[in-house]
Antibody, heavy 120, light 106 residues
Framework: DVQLVESGGGLVQPGGSLRLSCAASGFTFSTFWMTWVRQAPGKGLEWVANIKGDGSERYYVDPVKGRFTISRDNAKNSLYLLMDSLRAEDTAVYFC?????????????WGRGILVTVSS | SYELTQPPSVSVSPGQTASITCFGDRFEEKYASWYQQKPGQSPVLVIYQDIKRPSGIPERISGSNSGNTATLTISGSQPMDEADYYCQAWDSGSAVFGGGTKLTVL
């Protein structure tokens, strides 16, 4: 079974940094695009970033460009999100998810999410 | 940037058909995906490529996409269908979600 398990969340002060990790299992990790999606408390889903299977392409939503970096280690079946210069508005549950791309992409498996709170 | 617009809420009586719309400029030129999210849970993919259902999703859940509007239809609505539903599309490599629609079955 596909499993995605996030870790690394917690409380951080504004301007601080945090690195989220996602451990993947149950599929050939290196062949799939992976993505991060976040959800602020009581709000809707917001796509954050994604990365191609070989790491050669990455895309970011405008509010995080220049502050967040998505990366992966295919040898460790792991996805990462390095978040710098954090702001209060980055407070959210962050989901690690897999993209299935066949003709078009959909996000077919999601982790349980990890809470990031940015507050002084 | 591309935007998707959904109604904030839809209500339906048990056993009736619920339709949730998602508006985007020339949306029919893209594929729509739909996700169901129940309180405290992760989203679940229920429709992809406009009309396809992942395994395990009941046939009473269906999708369509024409013109500027994609529609998620739930036939024979049940209390278990109460959830937030999000449409999603891709634009230049980036994912875009609609604001979400809260479906109430009462």
């Amino acid at each position: 079974d596909v499993q995605l398990v996030e870790s690394g969340g917690g409380l951080v002060q504004p301007g601080g940094s945090l690195r989220l990790s996602c451990a993947a299992s149950g599929f050939t990790f290196s062949t799939f695009w992976m993505t991060w999606v976040r959800q602020a408390p009581g709000k809707g889903l917001e796509w954050v970033a994604n990365i191609k299977g070989d790491g050669s392409e990455r895309y970011y939503v405008d509010p995080v460009k220049g502050r967040f970096t998505i990366s992966r280690d295919n040898a460790k079946n792991s996805l990462y999100l390095l978040m710098d210069s954090l702001r209060a508005e980055d407070t959210a549950v962050y989901f690690c998810a897999r993209q299935e791309c066949g003709g078009d992409c959909s996000i077919d498996y999601w982790g349980r999410g990890i809470l990031v709170t940015v507050s002084s | 940037s591309y935007e998707l617009t959904q109604p904030p809420s839809v209500s339906v009586s048990p056993g009736q058909t619920a339709s949730i719309t998602c508006f985007g400029d020339r949306f029919e030129e893209k594929y729509a995906s739909w996700y169901q999210q129940k309180p405290g849970q992760s989203p679940v993919l229920v429709i992809y490529q406009d009309i396809k259902r992942p395994s395990g999703i009941p046939e009473r859940i269906s999708g369509s996409n024409s013109g500027n509007t994609a529609t998620l239809t739930i036939s024979g609505s049940q209390p278990m269908d109460e959830a937030d539903y999000y449409c999603q599309a891709w634009d230049s490599g980036s994912a875009v979600f609609g604001g979400g629609t809260k479906l109430t079955v009462l």
